[in-house]
């Protein structure tokens, strides 16, 4: 949900002190001595307030311990610069991807470096391709991170093979919910598609909430409602 007064993580009421106290950013982890937060204890610094959406996506996932891919996803959609639709999803599947994989296998120290090369291969990715090259983004995403974690290349035999399924699995899920394109619907069926995959092919188990219920659609025009899986009333 795209928080447009109070807190831009729950949408819960600011509370204001006279006496400032440390509390960390939300999306970057920096510690700050502030005279504000929201009831639920959330606090977003002025930089991450301002920064673009795939800046703000880079460095949240650089410094959350978050193993959940789903929960840090939704996270960054409610920040109001990740849009209802938009090529900064493309970098947002590989980029929670791949925070999640390093986070759980206690490699974090890994995540800077593969995170700026998803961004730079993501940013190819233009918004549109999921209607005017038949490859949703989203979909896209999930091989960019299978390939940065397998170390794929035009000349690999398994690491090739197993991201170019990847990518096939998750257009073909993406393609059977139908159109028109939503790009929370889309992010979703790629992350779960990617978790699922992992475990079949790799016998790697992230963690994964078991549900998840779009809090998006009423920003959505062209909402399948009931069609959608994720869709809450």
Not at 81 to 97: I, Q, R, S
Not at 112 to 119: C, D, F, H, M, N
Not at 148 to 154: F, H, K, R, S
Not at 168 to 182: D, K, N, Q, T, V
């Amino acid at each position: 949900m795209e928080h447009q007064t109070g807190c831009l993580i729950c949408g819960e009421e600011l509370v204001y002190s006279a006496q400032s106290r440390e509390q960390s950013c939300f999306y970057c982890g920096q510690k700050f001595d502030v005279n504000v937060k929201c009831v639920q204890g959330h606090y977003v610094c002025d930089q991450c307030h301002a920064m673009s959406a795939n800046e703000l996506i880079e460095q949240t996932c650089q410094e959350t311990q978050l193993t959940d891919p789903l929960n840090l996803a939704v996270a960054l959609m409610k920040h109001p610069n990740v849009k209802m639709h938009g090529p900064e999803h493309h970098f947002l599947v590989p980029a929670v991807l791949l925070t999640a994989f390093y986070n759980q296998q206690g490699q974090p120290e890994m995540k800077a470096e593969k995170l700026r090369l998803a961004r730079e291969r993501a940013q190819v990715v233009k918004g549109g391709f999921c209607g005017y090259w038949g490859s949703c983004g989203a979909g896209i995403g999930n091989g960019i991170f299978m390939s940065l974690v397998t170390g794929a290349t035009p000349v690999s035999r398994q690491e090739w093979r197993v991201s170019n399924l990847l990518t096939a699995a998750s257009l073909c899920c993406i393609a059977e919910h139908g159109g028109p394109r939503c790009c929370k619907r889309n992010t979703f069926l790629a992350i779960i598609t990617a978790v699922e995959f992992l475990k079949q092919e790799l016998e790697i188990e992230l963690e994964m909430r078991p549900d998840i219920e779009c809090e998006f659609s009423h920003l959505n025009r062209e909402c399948l409602q009931g069609r959608c899986p994720f869709y809450s009333s």
